[in-house]
């Protein structure tokens, strides 16, 4: 039996052991967006390029819930208002 794990009111299912050190990666920098460095739009486009061309179900869900972390700090930023 496969373990999963769910993210709460995210409805995204994810297999922890299909994930990469390139998942973990960009869950640091994101979950410590900005104190683990920059996170420039090119980098996460890629890494989500990656994602996508592995085929990997857990990692595209896993990069969606990321995803939806890192828009709206972007945004943020992007309209001038503080990140909190």
Do not use: C
Not at 63 to 72: E, G, M, Q, S
Request: hydrophobic share 35%.
């Amino acid at each position: 039996m496969t373990k999963t794990a769910h993210f709460t009111s995210s409805g995204f299912e994810v297999a922890p052991e299909e994930l990469t050190d390139a998942d973990r990666l960009m869950w640091q920098k994101i979950t410590n967006y900005p104190n683990a460095g920059p996170l420039s739009q090119k980098e996460y486009l890629s890494y989500r390029e990656a994602v996508s061309n592995s085929g990997v179900a857990s990692r595209s869900n896993f990069a969606a819930y990321l995803n939806n972390r890192i828009v709206p700090i972007w945004h943020k930023l992007d309209s001038g208002e503080e990140h909190k």
